[in-house]
């Protein structure tokens, strides 16, 4: 299995899960976007676009935050141009950002709220600051996947310094074998 790492608004740190997983989970490579702290919707699907049509083999897509809007966005726009390449067999969306209710990111906005064409699930923090938990099983609602709790951790991002995150990797496992 392949693992393409999306990130979110401002990239993901030296302390983020994301560059931890980066590294430790076989055949994972990480989405680069050209601008991480100005992100412009159009650009950054397109740019999650070519990343996914370069790689062979299955894949999930391990996306976080602003990276899970724009997994979404991307999804729902290759559904209907062609269909998601046969290839994505699955999306890990962790922390997806409430882009209705953020101005950084209300570039984003309106969040999509389709069923997704794939399989995927959604991993929500309690007390996440830029997303409800209700917001999150609002999400996962509408986009008919399953949910994943993973009590208060934040925004599951480098200030909850969770390293390898492995409750996360358990997540991904469950998931994974789910396919």
């Known amino acids: 299995m392949n693992y393409l790492i999306v990130p979110g608004l401002n990239n993901s740190g030296p302390k983020h899960w994301q560059t ?10 990480r989405v680069e976007q050209r601008c991480w702290d100005n992100p412009e919707k159009g650009e950054w699907v397109e740019t999650l676009d070519k990343a996914v049509r370069a790689l062979k083999g299955d894949t999930i897509l391990v ?44 570039s984003f906005a309106p969040m999509p709220l ?3 064409p794939i399989p995927a699930c959604v991993v929500a923090s309690e007390n996440d600051p830029f997303v409800t938990m209700e917001r ?7 986009w008919g996947v399953k949910v994943f709790n993973a009590g208060a ?10 390293r390898e995150w492995e409750q996360g990797r358990g997540f991904l496992a469950e998931f994974e074998a789910s396919l």
């Open 20 to 29: 931890f997983w980066a590294k430790s989970l076989p055949n994972a490579t």
């Open 136 to 142: 999150s099983l609002f999400f996962a609602n509408a």
């Open 153 to 162: 951790l934040g925004h599951i991002n480098s200030d909850s310094d969770l």
């Open 63 to 106: 996306s976080h935050s602003l990276g899970v809007c724009t997994t979404v966005n991307w999804l729902l726009k290759a559904a209907t141009c062609g269909g998601v390449p046969a290839h994505v067999k699955g999306a890990f969306l962790v922390s997806p950002s409430d882009v209705d209710n953020i101005d950084i990111i209300k």
């Open 114 to 116: 389709e069923k997704l």
